[in-house]
């Protein structure tokens, strides 16, 4: 219920969505990729990892060897989706890659965490997309239930404790926790 005399700015019928993103695909690949994800990634059944890595790729992720992915993790696009060596995604990841997705080597993606890189502009109207990429450094560690927000950067060997929003970058080899986010302390001394 509306209360005062505020007249509200917001104008979603006009928002544009094929302004502010580029979806790097044509649309037969991106349904094609949606059956897909909906069988062996959103599936409750544990698919070989290999299987699973291999369909990313032929949908043009680069993965690297070693990569876990466990059931029910949602990736939105794979042709923006670059992972390394040894990592590990757990149950119900949710990689809202509309920019590039970058996860170095032996990155830990917890349970029910949120990459995401989408968002809107709130101070336009329109509130036109205002997306970014998101890269996950060497070592680091994502919690459950973490929010990753368009733009960050998390450190080499940093760890962003369970339940955290993150919505700027993080420096190298620190435990950071809570909302707003803080740093604690050093992970390695």
């Known amino acids: 219920m509306e209360t005062g005399s505020y007249s509200s700015k917001v104008n979603l019928a006009g928002f544009n969505a094929a302004i502010g993103l580029d979806r790097g695909a044509g649309k037969l690949k991106e349904i094609s ?3 897909i994800k909906m069988i062996f990634f959103l599936s409750a059944m544990p698919w070989p990892n290999s ?12 993965v690297g060897s070693g990569v876990i992915i466990k059931p029910r993790v949602n990736i939105h696009f ?6 390394g ?6 149950e119900e990841a949710f990689l809202l890659n509309f920019e590039p997705l970058i996860i170095g080597d032996n990155v830990c993606i917890s349970q029910r965490a949120f990459l995401c890189g989408g ?3 709130f101070r336009v109207p329109e509130m036109p997309y205002r997306n970014g990429p998101i890269t996950l450094m060497n070592g680091s560690w994502i919690g459950a239930s973490v929010f990753v927000s368009p733009g960050v950067i998390i450190g080499t060997d940093s760890v962003i404790t369970a339940g ?3 919505t700027g970058s993080v420096e190298s080899n620190g435990i950071y926790k809570g909302n707003p986010l803080v740093y604690i302390k050093p992970r390695w001394k």
């Open 85 to 90: 060596n040894d990592v590990w995604i757990g």
């Open 51 to 62: 299987l699973k890595c291999s369909l990313l790729r032929l949908f043009g992720a680069k």
């Open 119 to 121: 968002n809107h502009d």
């Open 164 to 166: 955290s929003v993150v």
């Open 78 to 83: 794979p042709w923006k989706l670059v992972t």
């Open 33 to 35: 990729w949606y059956f």
